[in-house]
């Protein structure tokens, strides 16, 4: 059983385009982190998210935690070619000390 | 700027055969990781080294076995591979459990 859940799995998008990925569980998380992984290359961190409710922006890219802690979402606006790649998200359950990844959304994005 | 280097980047094996992947970082980190990626299940959690000395069952440790050998390295032995361990295996390391994890560009394994 997947503790993380990314929906959608996979997007296809034109450039200029807005787009939201999500990730979703049952389970709290004390923080939470998204990756982007290019083919042929380890996931790269993105951003860490601690607190309930926080928003974090990373030029055209916005990552929320959820208020409750069990989910988070990414939000690209006006995606460019070169955000193609594989998104993951990564929390770490309270008491465990170690991240666990999602299922990973694809994106890809068309010039 | 290595970085995490791991080794072999391909390997292709016999169903029984054994062999070890090897992981080095030059970034002084205390923590290590050994992931798989499968298609559609992101990045599991094999084993991990918090620390010089330790190691820890992730989510996925049966079949595997590991050695944090110094500071530097964190391999990854499989004993008797099987076709269900066909997968692209990464090694990260942080500088503690739950910092930020750098990762290594993966070894493409085929059990056939």
């Known amino acids: 059983t997947q503790l993380l859940e990314q929906s959608p799995q996979f997007l296809s998008i034109q450039e200029g385009e807005n787009l939201t990925v999500y990730c979703n569980s049952s389970?709290?998380?004390?923080?939470l982190q998204w990756y982007r992984q290019e083919p042929g290359e380890g996931p790269v961190l993105l951003v860490t998210?601690?607190?309930?409710?926080e928003v974090k922006k990373l030029k055209r890219l916005t990552f929320q935690f959820g208020d409750a802690r069990k989910d988070s979402s990414l939000h690209i606006t006006a995606a460019q070619p070169g955000d193609t790649g594989l998104y993951l998200c990564a929390g770490d359950k309270a008491g465990t000390y170690k991240y666990i990844f999602g299922t990973g959304t694809r994106l890809k994005v068309l010039a | 700027n290595a970085g995490v280097t791991q080794t072999p980047k391909f390997q292709v094996l016999k169903t029984g055969q054994s062999m070890t992947l090897q992981c080095a970082q030059d970034m002084n980190h205390n923590s290590m990781y050994w992931y798989r990626q499968d298609p559609g299940m992101g990045l599991r959690l094999i084993y991990y080294s918090a620390s010089e000395g330790t190691t820890d069952k992730g989510e996925v440790p049966n079949g595997y076995n590991v050695s944090r050998l110094n500071k530097r390295e964190f391999s990854l032995r499989l004993e008797s591979a099987a076709p269900s361990q066909t997968s692209v295996y990464f090694c990260?390391?942080?500088?503690?459990?739950?910092?930020?994890?750098?990762f290594g560009q993966g070894t493409r394994l085929t059990v056939v």
């Open positions: 990260a390391s942080s500088e503690a459990l739950l910092s930020e994890a750098f």
């Open positions: 389970s709290v998380f004390s923080s």
């Open positions: 998210v601690v607190t309930g409710g």
